[in-house]
């Protein structure tokens, strides 16, 4: 399945999703060394982001979370691609100055589409994802 | 967004920094639904402290390779760069906020090092800008009727070397329009800005006081309402720019004195949050002449501009027993942190020196402050 997005963040990514349902607040919900998310909140809590696609509605929380991507870059740790509902700017920045792919606003019934395991493809140079599903 | 043709030169730029900040820009743009770039007068960049941005931003600052394109300026820094021993600051801390602060140099960026950049170089009615500092942004906005979004250090700085900034939000005077109307009696302006953030929250307030306010008051008011709430502008009846631009709303809220001050014994007294104006610091001297040399520990914090211009006063002032120190402030300095309670006649450190430094506060007017310092 291929569905057209808005690219916020350029570049090219794939990898397995891992879909949370909540907003993210990097700076806190997600440990900067390992990829782990900590938030005991989450719906994807004690999981790993690291080198997969981050999938989630939008971001929340502190503009410190900008430099958190770019610390998760650092250690290796950062999610291959992200794909979001909405982008905001905390987000958003965050992705293009550690160049993380980065693409939102897929039609709004396929974002609900994708779920944890999916294998994703993102173009965020040409605008669209390509989803893969193994049953 | 429409982008003209250079423009869109600037995102397929060989220059990967300056193809990283326009990719910034756009992607704002993109998010905020701005039409096209406005060109920018200055951009003032925030989070330059060593002790906010750590190592992953010092690195991500020294690997950019660029020109600001329009007069820049920064926010405080961590510490005062001269006086850090005096405020108790470590050596590797100084020695990081030394590579943070040349890093930015090394981009054209002034160090200018001061929340109230307006003072070294005022901006007119209508230019655009994209600063990033709160306060200075309320201010701008409010007193000067520049025109500037709530920028991110990051935001600012891409802005800076592009030399123009996404056109929404602030930018366009629709969205400057006041959307609660506040009456407030009888409370000192610098707490009331603290008050009236919590009520208000990012809302642009239409506010009446019961008197005039000074500049330097409605600074101090402003710097409190985007500490405690989110706005980026207020409006003042017969006194700011745009007052009269837009229809009075009805409906409207009073608040009054209801002032929970907090009880501790205060081990630091600290003014200059913002930093001082060149009246502030004559409105000290003129209270330390009468009330006498300090007994506790006092600390002033102004721009190293303003200290330089008027350094004759700054010496007499010191003549009292006070600390004088520039390119820093309490709120984003470690030195607060070895404090227990410090005494502020500011709402905005009122409000982040529990949550950012871990100290209590509390309040009181610039004549209460140095009452008690001499007690």
């Given at each position: 399945?291929?569905?057209r997005?808005?690219?916020?963040s350029?570049?090219?990514?794939?990898?397995?999703?891992?879909?949370?349902?909540k907003p993210?607040?990097?700076?806190?919900?997600?440990?900067p060394?390992?990829?782990?998310i900590?938030?005991?909140?989450?719906?994807?809590?004690?999981?790993s982001?690291a080198?997969?696609?981050?999938?989630?509605?939008?971001?929340?929380?502190?503009?410190v979370?900008t430099?958190?991507?770019?610390?998760?870059?650092?250690?290796?740790c950062?999610?291959?691609g992200?794909?979001?509902k909405k982008?905001?700017?905390?987000?958003?920045?965050?992705?293009?100055?550690?160049?993380?792919?980065?693409?939102?606003?897929?039609?709004?019934?396929?974002?609900?589409?994708?779920?944890s395991?999916?294998?994703v493809?993102?173009?965020?140079d040409?605008?669209?994802?390509?989803i893969?599903?193994?049953? | 967004?429409?982008?003209?043709?250079d423009?869109?030169m600037?995102?397929?730029s060989?220059n990967?920094?300056?193809?990283?900040c326009?990719?910034?820009?756009v992607?704002l743009?993109?998010?905020?639904?701005?039409e096209?770039?406005v060109?920018?007068?200055?951009a003032?960049?925030?989070?330059?402290?060593?002790?906010?941005?750590?190592?992953?931003g010092?690195e991500?600052?020294?690997?950019?390779?660029?020109?600001?394109?329009?007069k820049?300026?920064v926010?405080?820094?961590g510490?005062?760069?001269e006086?850090?021993?005096?405020m108790?600051?470590?050596?590797?801390f100084?020695?990081?906020?030394?590579?943070v602060?040349?890093?930015?140099?090394?981009?054209?960026?002034?160090m200018?090092?001061?929340?109230?950049?307006?003072?070294?170089?005022?901006p007119?009615?209508?230019?655009?800008?994209?600063?990033a500092?709160?306060?200075?942004?309320i201010?701008a906005?409010?007193?000067?009727?520049?025109?500037?979004?709530r920028e991110?250090g990051?935001s600012?700085?891409a802005a800076?070397?592009?030399?123009k900034?996404?056109?929404y939000?602030?930018?366009?005077?629709?969205?400057r329009?006041?959307e609660?109307?506040?009456?407030?009696r009888?409370?000192?302006?610098?707490?009331a800005?603290?008050?009236?953030?919590?009520l208000v929250g990012?809302s642009?307030?239409?506010?009446?006081f019961?008197?005039?306010?000074?500049k330097?008051e409605?600074?101090?008011f402003g710097?409190?309402l985007?500490?405690?709430g989110?706005?980026?502008?207020?409006?003042?009846?017969?006194?700011?720019?745009?007052?009269?631009?837009?229809?009075?709303?009805?409906e409207?809220?009073?608040?009054e004195?209801?002032?929970e001050?907090?009880?501790?014994?205060?081990d630091?007294i600290?003014?200059?949050?913002p930093?001082?104006?060149?009246?502030?610091?004559?409105?000290?001297?003129?209270?330390?002449e009468?009330?006498g040399?300090?007994?506790?520990?006092?600390?002033?914090?102004?721009?190293r501009?303003v200290?330089n211009?008027?350094a004759e006063?700054?010496?007499?002032?010191?003549?009292?027993?006070?600390r004088v120190f520039a390119?820093?402030?309490m709120v984003?300095?470690?030195a607060?942190?070895r404090f227990?309670?410090?005494?502020?006649?500011s709402?905005?450190?009122?409000?982040?020196l529990?949550?950012?430094?871990?100290?209590k506060?509390?309040?009181g007017?610039?004549?209460?402050?140095i009452?008690?310092?001499a007690e």
């Open positions: 399945m291929k569905l997005v808005r690219s916020i350029r570049g090219r990514a794939e990898g397995y999703a891992i879909v949370s349902k993210v607040s990097f700076l806190g919900d997600v440990n060394e390992t990829g782990v900590v938030d005991s909140d989450s719906d994807i809590y004690g999981e982001i080198g997969k696609i981050f999938v989630f509605p939008e971001g929340r929380g502190s503009t979370g430099y958190i991507l770019l610390r998760m870059k650092k250690n290796g950062a999610p291959a992200i794909v979001m982008s905001e700017a905390i987000v958003a920045v965050g992705a293009i100055i550690a160049e993380i792919p980065l693409v939102d606003m897929p039609e709004a019934s396929s974002f609900n589409m994708i779920r395991g999916d294998f493809r993102i173009n965020a040409e605008g669209w994802i390509e893969e599903r193994e049953d | 967004m429409y982008l003209t043709k423009e869109e600037l995102l397929e060989e990967e920094t300056v193809r990283k326009m990719e910034i820009l992607a743009g993109e998010i905020y639904g701005a096209r770039l060109e920018i007068k200055s003032q960049i925030s989070g330059i402290s060593y002790g906010n941005i750590g190592d992953a010092l991500w600052l020294e690997s950019l390779n660029a020109r600001v394109a329009v820049s300026y926010n405080p820094a510490m005062d760069i006086k850090w021993r005096e108790g600051i470590g050596k590797e100084y020695e990081k906020q030394m590579m602060l040349s890093a930015l140099k090394r981009l054209g960026v002034e200018t090092l001061t929340c109230t950049p307006y003072y070294i170089d005022t007119s009615y209508g230019d655009h800008l994209a600063w500092e709160s306060s200075a942004v201010y906005n409010s007193v000067i009727g520049a025109r500037t979004n991110s990051i600012a700085l800076a070397i592009v030399g900034t996404p056109m939000g602030l930018h366009l005077k629709e969205n329009a006041p609660i109307r506040v009456i407030v009888g409370i000192e302006p610098a707490y800005g603290y008050e009236v953030g919590k990012a642009i307030p239409f506010v009446e019961d008197r005039t306010l000074s330097d409605l600074k101090a710097a409190a985007a500490a405690s989110g706005a980026g502008m207020f409006h003042v009846k017969g006194q700011t720019p745009e007052w009269e631009d837009f229809d009075i709303l009805a409207k809220i009073e608040v004195p209801d002032v001050l907090g009880g501790c014994e205060p630091l600290a003014i200059g949050c930093h001082l104006s060149p009246d502030e610091l004559k409105e000290v001297y003129t209270l330390l009468r009330h040399r300090v007994k506790r520990e006092v600390w002033l914090f102004t721009s501009s200290m211009e008027y006063l700054v010496e007499k002032i010191r003549g009292f027993g006070v390119d820093t402030c984003v300095s470690p607060s942190e227990e309670c410090v005494m502020v006649n709402g905005k450190a009122f409000e982040y529990p949550k950012l430094r871990g100290v506060a509390i309040f007017s610039v004549e209460e402050c009452r008690r310092a």
